[in-house]
C-alpha cells in the first residue's frame, strides 16, 4: 500500500451531516429557541472532554449533554441518533469519484466503532481502513489517528491528501506531518494560522481538486 494515493478523511462535519444530527436533538432536548446556544455551547465542551483520550465518544457525548444540563433521560440522546445521521447529498458521488481514479480512501475519526461503522454503511462507499479515537486512546487534533495510519499502510506522505471541515482538529496536525489538505470549509470559518493547500464550499469539486494534490 506504499505506493497507492491515500485520501483520508475526517467522517462527522466532513462526510456526515455531524452539526445538523446534533441540532435536531437539541430542538427536541432543549426546544427550538435554545437549539443553537446549545450547540455553540457543546463545542466549547466536547474538547475538553477528549485531551487525555480516556472516555469512548459516546461517553464524550453522553458527559457533555450532561454540562449541557439535559435532564437523565436525554444524556444519551446523541449516541442513539448518531447512526442515523446522513451523510451530505455530494458525499457519494464524489467519493467513488475518486475510488474511479485509484485513489485509497481512509477515514479517521473522533468516534467509536459502531458509530463509524453505521456511518460508512449510510455513505455507502467503500473504505479501506477506518481509525476510531475509542481503539487507540487518542483524540484529534492530537497525531496518533496519523501515526497509527502510517504504521497500519506504510503510505508514502508525498501521496497523500487529507479532507476535513475543522481547521483545529484536521488541517493543523494533517499538515505538521506533511500532508497536503483540502479544507472544507462549509461554514465559512476564518482560516487563521495554518494554510490548507485547498479550501472548497462542500466536496463536489474534490475530485478535480484532489487530482492536482495527489501525484501521479
Known sequence: MAGDRWATFDC???????????????????????????????????????????????????????????????????????????????????????????????ILSNTDREFIDASMARIGVPFELAIVASEIGSYKPAHRHWERFFEQTGAARERNVHVAQSHFHDIVPATSFGYRTVFVNRRDAPIDGVTPTRVLPDLRPLPAAIEELGGP
Open 12 to 106: 462527522y462535519g466532513t462526510l456526515i451531516d455531524w452539526n445538523g444530527g446534533i441540532r435536531r436533538e437539541f430542538a427536541r432536548v432543549f426546544g427550538e429557541d435554545r437549539a443553537d446556544a446549545q450547540l455553540e455551547r457543546y463545542h466549547a465542551v466536547e474538547p475538553t472532554l477528549q485531551v487525555d483520550g480516556a472516555r469512548t465518544y459516546r461517553e464524550v457525548m453522553r458527559e457533555t449533554m450532561h454540562t449541557l444540563g439535559a435532564a437523565a433521560g436525554d444524556e444519551d440522546a446523541l449516541g442513539e441518533a448518531l447512526p442515523g445521521w446522513q451523510p451530505f447529498p455530494e458525499v457519494r458521488p464524489s467519493l467513488e469519484a475518486l475510488r474511479a481514479r485509484g485513489w485509497q480512501l481512509a
